[in-house]
């Protein structure tokens, strides 16, 4: 656990036409983090076991994207990645930071490469986690892919539940065995707040497909993937890793979606070394 306080380091900015929640922690060269598109998921829950390490080098700042967290529910009717892309640029343009280095956890991840294809002079490097940017390409697995199916069918029925939260979550790991129940509840708490089911259920964005330009961006990026990720085909990532122009992997064995959480330790030096890289 992070010795720094969730509440302390709480922040809102107005970012151009939606108010958005974040946290700021550390000194140094700013590093945005964006998380993951999973009902209940906020930029604290996915990054609290990278904080210590990272802050120790950067001046973090966590981004509970537009919907999501403590982020304004604004409705969103364009692509979500063009949408959160530009609350980015604008969060950045409110805080006075010309240019950071990027970490994105699944939709986060492909949000920061559509900034990196929209406003590439924003983004010095980018760590990329499990995410789906070529998956009109990918051919391991069925689409949707399992986990896909779990957020798709979560908001039906009879609505969110625990148990729907406790499948979910465990469908986001390789070895269950160290999710809490204190995480299990925040997510299912998240998920079920009214404003959260109210856009899942009636204004969700509409779906958006970068794979077709995943050539223009230049960006130095890492890759890092889970063996065992049931939400993002492993080939997904290695055809990134061959369509990008500046990128580099690294794959985990028994590990799934959550790199950061379930190989903590070695996403934290990984992620360290690459983003205090000078530049070319």
Request: overall charge negative; hydrophobic content about 40%.
């Amino acid at each position: 656990m992070t010795r720094y306080s969730e509440e302390e380091t709480s922040r809102y900015v107005q970012a151009g036409d939606v108010r958005l929640h974040y946290h700021d922690i550390g000194d140094g060269a700013p590093l945005i983090c964006l998380h993951g598109g999973g009902p209940g998921a906020s930029g604290w829950s996915n990054f609290v076991e990278n904080i210590d390490a990272l802050a120790e080098h950067f001046r973090v700042l966590l981004i509970d994207m537009p919907q999501f967290g403590k982020s304004e529910k604004v409705i969103v009717e364009e692509g979500r990645l063009t949408y959160t892309a530009r609350a980015v640029r604008a969060f950045m343009d409110a805080l006075e930071i010309p240019r950071a280095d990027f970490i994105g956890n699944s939709i986060g991840a492909q949000s920061i490469m559509k900034l990196c294809i929209d406003a590439p002079e924003r983004v010095r490097r980018h760590v990329a986690l499990g995410n789906n940017a070529a998956a009109p390409l990918t051919f391991f697995m069925p689409r949707p892919q399992e986990g896909i199916r779990l957020i798709i069918d979560y908001y039906k029925g009879e609505g969110p539940t625990r148990e729907k939260m406790r499948r979910l979550i465990q469908t986001l790991v390789y070895d269950s065995t160290f999710l809490t129940e204190e995480l299990l509840d925040a997510r299912y708490e998240a998920s079920a707040e009214p404003d959260a089911v109210d856009i899942w259920t009636n204004h969700h964005p509409p779906r958006e497909e970068i794979a077709h330009l995943l050539d223009r961006i230049e960006t130095p990026t890492l890759l890092l993937w889970g063996a065992e990720d049931r939400f993002s085909s492993l080939d997904s990532g290695l055809i990134e890793l061959k369509v990008l122009r500046n990128a580099e992997m690294h794959i985990f064995q028994r590990c799934g979606h959550w790199v950061q959480l379930e190989k903590a330790a070695t996403f934290n030096k990984l992620a360290i070394e690459f983003l205090t890289r000078a530049d070319d």
